[in-house]
């Protein structure tokens, strides 16, 4: 399955953009930091399952995923992620998605890593996983947690005001 066209995001960004400023009061703040080109690793906090979609609406460059095999086996859910350019990667340590990441980042690519490993449950930051600093590393690419998003919807589990998506 082919990626969802670049032309196509854009066209859908300015209407999403307004839905997430009018319904969740969405504000983004700081994005002019995410280079415009060139590998970078973006890990946003997952508290909310908008977060993939929040995270896209600033930033004007294709962006990859690396999301949980186990939702590539939802039907339906799965060739849409895979549409959206998201590629999975097992939790117990898995070389492949590693490969695949370090694939993207040589060939200059964005990468979002929820670093978090899932998405909280009770709306709450939890721990972060080393993974998506060391291939930021790795890969002698900006990011890490310097790019973060922070929201918190009424689909997180949490408080459901939310707040804004950050990439300080």
Excluded: K
Excluded at 146 to 152: D, E, H, I, L, R
């Amino acid at each position: 399955m082919r990626s969802a066209p670049f032309w196509f995001l854009e066209a859908c960004r300015p209407p999403v953009r307004g839905l997430a400023r009018l319904l969740l009061r969405a504000r983004f703040v700081g994005v002019h930091h995410v280079p415009a080109t060139g590998g970078v690793v973006i890990a946003p906090n997952h508290v909310s399952f908008m977060d993939p979609v929040l995270v896209t609406i600033p930033v004007r460059r294709p962006l990859y995923y690396m999301a949980l095999e186990p939702y590539f086996r939802v039907r339906g859910l799965g060739p849409l992620i895979r549409w959206c350019r998201a590629f999975p990667v097992r939790e117990d340590g898995d070389a492949g998605a590693a490969r695949t990441a370090m694939r993207l980042l040589s060939s200059g690519e964005a990468l979002v890593i929820f670093p978090e490993g899932g998405r909280s449950t009770d709306g709450a930051l939890e721990g972060f996983r080393a993974g998506a600093f060391r291939l930021a590393l790795a890969a002698r690419v900006p990011g890490g947690a310097g790019y973060g998003a922070s929201s918190t919807t009424p689909w997180s589990g949490g408080p459901s005001s939310p707040r804004s998506i950050t990439m300080p």
